[in-house]
């Protein structure tokens, strides 16, 4: 028995990357010279030698088809928020009519997908098809389903960005550039690379396959549209960390099983608030590289959730009262020797390089707190944010007890001591005294300090992280820059760095808020202190060409004016044809499920009234029963008739935002007004007769 641990341990060591061409596959198969010249590219941002490509892509091939792998495919993430692959197999003919397989470095470095039917926002005509994908290096290329996968970035013809992987490796080099001028002028030397760090928190839903097919709403929108409130909910919170039960507990292995073999550092698992809700967290990598791993944990989940009769959601909010899903992104700065920019150290009121950096995303957050806030926008999210489980519409940040008592320090005069955290007796003589943290943590903030990175909550759980964190890289770089030039000038770069500091702290400390967010308090006191408060994904999108926010992304070579705006037009046109589509799904249930199945229920009672030989009195209950059921089929009748008629107008088609302002004033409110009257059906129709799986069975029959 002693044994059975060190066994499983030594197989999972064998297993994990074991679907990945890693850096250990690559050392092994590259000549010593071409591995280090592949390896000044991936570590420095040194440009690729071609001659270096054509050796990878050999290696890269044989490793690949000795692992069974028939094709490959540049696997990339376009502006669908999904991924994106074409395969094309080994083969190549020779003259005497046979094959050989071959794979060079031109098809390594370089692919060619239809780029017509990808969304562009403008930069692309739809006449106009080609499009490039380029390989990044810096994420291993992969094995899945007998497919060696290339993860690349996509650009046009005329070399726009069509995706979100090429603007977040842009932004990653922008911050670098400025991080690594500051800490030259602190004395660093040695350090050449600062690169983001990233671990997204996985949070979902699974639910009963069976159920789920009868649900055309989940299948269509991945929400339910109509639902009533089920008996039981979250109340009891008797699901958070509650014990697996058997079925998820497989699928869950599974999931980890897989991931571990495309080398994902999938870590912690467990129950989350609301019943059928899940969550899966890694160890956090490189930031691209979590990006690529976070959208492989994603299709796994899905994938492996059939094995097991079960369907995994990823919608933001899936149910209606109770726990929607986000993703939470715990992000930092890392030197490339070996420094977390954002660690505090023991002492960190006399640690200038960290409060540098500290204040530096301080006044980021605050400064373009818009930005922020449109990273983590779309239309599921609206249902989520400021919901009781997800942080407000608000950007603010936690801090906690010792940094806001530093930050005070520094603005009454300059900070001399740190409170340190202390030890947690707990009263009982055979339980260990706990090394208590310096600070608590906040579930409530949108973006919270938890002892070395931010957790940026807002993301929401069907989200691609690339966003949120191009965002964040993007406006750091920019406060680092403005500091770097400041202490560039400084006689005194010491004693400038603690100005800096200072003036950031009296400057932006409206932004810094340790309490309940959840509170109609903080709105209150949000709103006097100037912080915006954009709650729709509508409202949120216009800042994508703001000036501020084009000057900050052109600035920094992260995306041009012309890419801004074809994203500004890209994600209204996603709101208003997400919209519609819960619009015609919500006609299509109510039409041709709810309303003959209410009608079927009413026909019941009404010949079940006649057929009674005493007629009771009117105020009998199936005679108050069969007057609300009419009432409220005919109220139905009549916001569906509303709701075609919303759904056909045509809003404002010329111009986008007020289209997509058209859908959710217009549209989105009277399907909120057609979902009252069908919630309300629900609880009277015979259960025999309701035609959907209700919430209890679909979050606890799983």
């Known amino acids: 028995m002693a044994k059975e641990p060190l066994v499983l341990q030594e197989s999972l060591e064998n297993t994990f990357a074991s679907n990945v061409f890693s850096d250990a596959a690559t050392r092994t198969r590259l000549p010593k010279n071409i591995y280090k010249m592949l390896r000044r590219t991936i570590d420095d941002g040194l440009p690729l030698d071609p001659a270096v490509a054509d050796i990878v892509a050999n290696a890269m091939k044989d490793w690949a088809i000795e692992k069974g792998a028939t094709h490959f495919t540049h696997w990339f993430q376009p502006m669908t928020g999904i991924t ?94 400025e991080a690594v001028r500051i800490l030259r002028l602190l004395g660093n030397t040695k350090v050449t690379r600062v690169t983001t760090t990233v671990g997204p928190e996985q949070e979902y839903f699974v639910i009963d396959k069976k159920l789920y097919e009868k649900r055309l709403d989940l299948i269509l929108t991945g929400r339910t549209l109509f639902g009533a409130k089920p008996p039981k909910g979250q109340e009891l919170e008797d ?65 492996v959730a059939g094995h097991y009769g079960l369907v995994c959601l990823l919608h933001e909010k899936p149910f209606a009262g109770v726990n929607g899903s986000g993703k939470h992104n715990n992000w930092s700065m890392s030197t490339n020797d070996g420094q977390n920019l954002l660690e505090p150290g023991n002492t960190p009121h006399d640690n200038e390089q960290f409060l540098l950096f500290l204040a530096a995303v301080i006044q980021a957050v605050d400064e373009y707190a818009d930005v922020l806030r449109v990273s983590t926008a779309n239309p599921g999210n609206d249902h989520r944010l400021g919901a009781n489980e997800a942080p407000p519409a608000i950007i603010s940040i936690f801090l906690g007890e010792q940094l806001t008592d530093i930050l005070e320090q520094i603005e009454n005069g300059g900070a001399t001591s740190s409170k340190v955290g202390g030890e947690l007796k707990l009263g009982v003589t055979t339980l260990p005294a706990l090394p208590k943290d310096s600070t608590d943590r906040n579930r409530t903030s949108p973006f919270a300090f938890t002892g070395n990175k931010f957790e940026f909550r807002m993301v929401g759980s069907s989200a691609s992280i690339a966003e949120p964190n191009t965002a964040l890289n993007t406006i750091v770089a920019e406060i680092l820059s403005r500091i770097a030039s400041r202490l560039e000038k400084a006689k005194d770069v010491d004693t400038e760095a603690q100005n800096i500091v200072t003036e950031i702290v009296k400057k932006h400390k409206r932004i810094i808020y340790n309490g309940n967010n959840y509170t109609d308090d903080w709105v209150k006191e949000a709103e006097k202190r100037g912080l915006p408060n954009i709650k729709s994904t509508v409202a949120a999108i216009p800042t994508l060409i703001s000036e501020k926010t084009v ?85 139905f009748g009549k916001n569906i008739e509303a709701l075609e008629a919303a759904s056909a107008g045509n809003g404002h088609s010329n111009d986008v935002l007020k289209h997509a302002e058209y859908y959710r004033d217009v549209v989105f409110t009277t399907m909120a007004k057609l979902r009252v009257d069908g919630d309300k059906l629900e609880m009277m129709v015979d259960a025999n007769i309701w035609p959907l799986p209700t919430y209890a069975d679909l979050l606890f029959r799983v």
Not at 125 to 130: G, I, K
């Open 551 to 635: 000057k900050v992304y052109e600035k920094h070579g992260v995306l041009s004016k012309a890419e801004m705006h074809s994203r500004y037009e890209i994600f209204l046109e996603a709101y208003i044809k997400t919209i519609n589509i819960e619009a015609l799904t919500m006609l299509d249930m109510a039409k041709r499920q709810i309303l003959p199945a209410s009608l079927e229920y009413a026909g019941k009672i009404a010949a079940t009234l006649s057929s009674l030989k005493t007629v009771a009195s009117k105020s009998s209950t199936a005679d108050k029963l069969l007057a609300e059921l009419t009432s409220t089929i005919d109220s």
């Open 239 to 303: 699901h958070y960390f509650g014990n697996l039960k058997e079925r998820i507990a497989k699928f869950m292995a599974e999931v980890d099983q897989e991931l571990w073999k495309l080398g994902v550092l999938a870590k912690t698992k467990h129950n989350e608030v609301a019943p059928a809700q899940h969550e899966l967290a890694p160890i956090y990598t490189t930031t691209n590289i979590a990006t690529d791993h976070n959208q492989l944990v994603m299709e796994t989940m899905r994938k």
């Open 84 to 177: 994106a692959e074409k395969h094309d197999s080994f083969i190549s003919p020779t003259p005497d009519g046979r094959v050989i397989m071959e794979f060079s470095g031109k098809e390594l470095i370089k692919g060619e997908p239809d780029a017509s039917s990808f969304p562009s926002g403008g930069l692309r005509s739809t006449f106009e098809a080609r499009g490039y994908t380029a390989w990044d290096c810096t994420s291993p290329a992969f094995l899945k389903d007998n497919t060696l996968c290339i993860p690349t970035a996509f650009c046009s013809y005329t070399g726009e960005a069509l995706d979100k992987k090429t603007p977040l490796l842009r932004s990653m080099q922008a911050l670098s550039k």
